[in-house]
Nanobody, 126 residues
Framework: ARLEASGGGSVQSGGSLRLSCAASGYINSRYCMGWFRQAPGKEREGVAAIHTGSGTTYYADSVKGRFTISRDNAKNTVHLQMNSLKPEDTGMYYC????????????????????WGQGTQVAVSS
């Protein structure tokens, strides 16, 4: 499977961006797709994830109420709508996919995900 992330950019605090992750290859309804981000000098962290079959969503506490992950299975695409952006949301955003069954505590961890996109940069200025 191949993942291609897009939609990053520069916005002011309080602004919005919509990221997209287009998947090609074998991604079926048993996959979980997630968004991760990495700020300069920090470790990569999980932001949001969605099970492509059930549509169940998961969010990091830091983005709950501001970010929304959704999927368009017909287009094999996952979106991340980011509202009320803050400077601390700045970073490189990666989409990832995995067919692995995960516990709740694993869904926003990096290691279960074996397919990764190239990343798209998000910069939020104050």
């Amino acid at each position: 499977a191949r993942l291609e992330a897009s939609g990053g950019g520069s916005v002011q605090s309080g602004g919005s961006l919509r990221l997209s992750c287009a998947a090609s290859g074998y991604i079926n309804s048993r996959y979980c797709m997630g968004w991760f981000r990495q700020a300069p000098g920090k470790e990569r962290e999980g932001v949001a994830a969605i099970h492509t079959g059930s549509g169940t969503t998961y969010y990091a506490d830091s983005v709950k109420g501001r970010f929304t992950i959704s999927r368009d299975n017909a287009k094999n695409t996952v979106h991340l709508q980011m509202n009320s952006l803050k400077p601390e949301d700045t970073g490189m955003y990666y989409c990832a996919a995995t067919p692995a069954r995960m516990t709740f505590g694993q869904i926003l961890r990096e290691w279960p995900y074996n397919y990764w996109g190239q990343g798209t940069q998000v910069a939020v200025s104050s």
